[in-house]
């Protein structure tokens, strides 16, 4: 007899993603954006990696993107995943170039229908009353 997959533990909200992960659970995504080289970035976290300015805020996303690389996985790496298998995990690639890891849902994991430069859309999975993951499914 198998137990139930463990529940997935939710990412903890710090300080610099407090505003992220409140827009996440109402539906939204945001990113950072660095006012001092106009570039966007994930993370959230407030010094810009490419410029390592102070100076950033927040911009509000179309929750459009593209996959710029993706894996499927057929072995959980932790228990929590085990009953998700296979699964796609991806990196996608918004308008302006900023980039998130994340997972493709609703699409047949084989390489023959998941292509990079295919075009995805947020869409949010509640963890808890605190968390609401954003998942990326292809545009139809």
Same mark, same amino acid.
């Given at each position: 007899m198998?137990?139930?997959?463990?529940?997935i533990?939710?990412p903890?909200?710090?300080?610099?993603s407090d505003?992220?992960?409140?827009?996440?659970?109402?539906?939204?995504?945001?990113?950072?954006?660095?006012?001092?080289?106009?570039?966007?970035?994930?993370? %959230?976290?407030?010094?810009?990696?490419?410029?390592?300015?102070?100076? +950033?805020?927040? $911009?509000?996303?179309? !929750?459009? #993107?593209v996959?710029?690389?993706?894996?499927?996985?057929?072995?959980? %790496?932790?228990?929590?995943?085990?009953d998700?298998?296979?699964y796609? +995990?991806?990196? $996608?690639e918004?308008? !302006?170039g #900023?980039?998130?890891?994340?997972?493709?849902?609703?699409?047949?994991?084989?390489?023959?229908v998941?292509k990079?430069?295919?075009?995805?859309e947020?869409?949010f999975?509640?963890?808890?009353?605190k968390?609401s993951l954003?998942?990326?499914?292809?545009i139809?």
């Amino acid at each position: 007899m198998t137990q139930p997959a463990p529940r997935i533990t939710p990412p903890v909200p710090q300080p610099e993603s407090d505003f992220y992960w409140e827009k996440c659970k109402q539906g939204e995504l945001w990113l950072r954006h660095c006012r001092a080289c106009d570039r966007s970035y994930f993370y %959230p976290r407030d010094i810009c990696p490419c410029c390592f300015s102070r100076d +950033t805020d927040w $911009v509000k996303t179309d !929750g459009k #993107a593209v996959v710029h690389t993706f894996a499927i996985v057929h072995r959980s %790496p932790v228990p929590a995943f085990r009953d998700k298998v296979p699964y796609v +995990t991806a990196v $996608v690639e918004f308008e !302006g170039g #900023a980039r998130m890891a994340t997972n493709l849902v609703e699409v047949e994991p084989d390489p023959a229908v998941i292509k990079c430069g295919m075009p995805v859309e947020v869409v949010f999975e509640e963890l808890d009353e605190k968390i609401s993951l954003p998942y990326f499914r292809p545009i139809s």
